[in-house]
């Protein structure tokens, strides 16, 4: 059965840093491409970034561009997201997801971390 | 970057109605469209990619359709476990982009 957990979550101060985890289980984590999507709340879905399964292709959101970085050990089956210079608008519950078998996109999405930006 | 647009925002129906909402994307995305249901507190779950081809699992009652610019999803007879926000999304380039949600509710 496909899991994708996330932790990490919490509550920071506006300029502060958080790093996400996305711990997968149940499919060969390492073939596949992966995303993070937010969903500040009371609002639509908001893609954030995207890491290809070799992590040779990588992609941003403009909103997150210069200040998240998207990585990933497929060793360890593990998707991240480093968060610096958090926002208030960066408020949101994060998703990890993994994408089709044949890519462009998510079929299975853990269940979401809230990160909370407020002094 | 590609803006995504659904109609109605809101829909209310009835069990049994027969249910369209509407995308479009501001160009052509080909078929490389997906539509999501989210339930409140609940992750999105993919119900229809490529444009018309049903996730597995997924009950043979939702459908999608459309190519290029504008595209549905239909819901042929509304049941209960039907009720939930639905989203589209355009896959056809980065940045990846979401429609705002049309929310279906009881009429």
């Known amino acids: 059965e496909v899991q994708l957990v996330e932790s990490g979550g919490g509550l920071v101060k506006p300029g502060g840093s958080l790093r996400l985890s996305c711990a997968a289980s149940?499919?060969?984590?390492?073939?596949?491409?992966m995303n993070w999507v937010r969903q500040a709340p009371g609002k639509g879905l908001e893609w954030v970034s995207s890491?290809?399964?070799?992590?040779?292709?990588?992609y941003y959101a403009d909103s997150v561009k210069g200040r998240f970085t998207i990585s990933r050990d497929n060793a360890k089956n593990s998707l991240y997201l480093q968060m610096n210079s958090l926002r208030a608008e960066d408020t949101a519950v994060y998703y990890c997801?993994?994408?089709?078998?044949?890519?462009?996109?998510?079929?299975?999405w853990g269940q979401g971390t809230l990160v909370t930006v407020s002094s | 970057d590609i803006q995504m647009t659904q109609s109605p925002s809101t829909l209310s129906a009835s069990v049994g109605d027969r249910v369209t909402i509407t995308c479009r994307a501001s160009?052509?995305?080909?078929?490389?469209l997906a539509w999501y249901q989210q339930k409140p507190g609940k992750a999105p779950k993919l119900l229809i990619y490529?444009?018309?081809s049903l996730e597995s699992g997924v009950p043979s009652r939702f459908s999608g359709s459309g190519s290029g610019t504008e595209f549905t999803l239909t819901i042929s007879s509304l049941q209960p476990d039907d009720f939930a926000t639905y989203y589209c999304?355009?896959?056809?380039?980065?940045?990846?982009?979401f429609g705002p949600g049309t929310k279906v509710d009881i009429k």
């Open positions: 490529k444009a018309s």
């Open positions: 997801a993994r994408d089709r078998p044949n890519g462009g996109t998510a079929d299975y």
């Open positions: 999304q355009q896959y056809n380039s980065y940045p990846l982009t």
């Open positions: 149940g499919f060969t984590f390492s073939s596949y491409s």
């Open positions: 160009q052509s995305i080909s078929s490389w």
């Open positions: 890491i290809s399964s070799s992590s040779s292709y990588i």
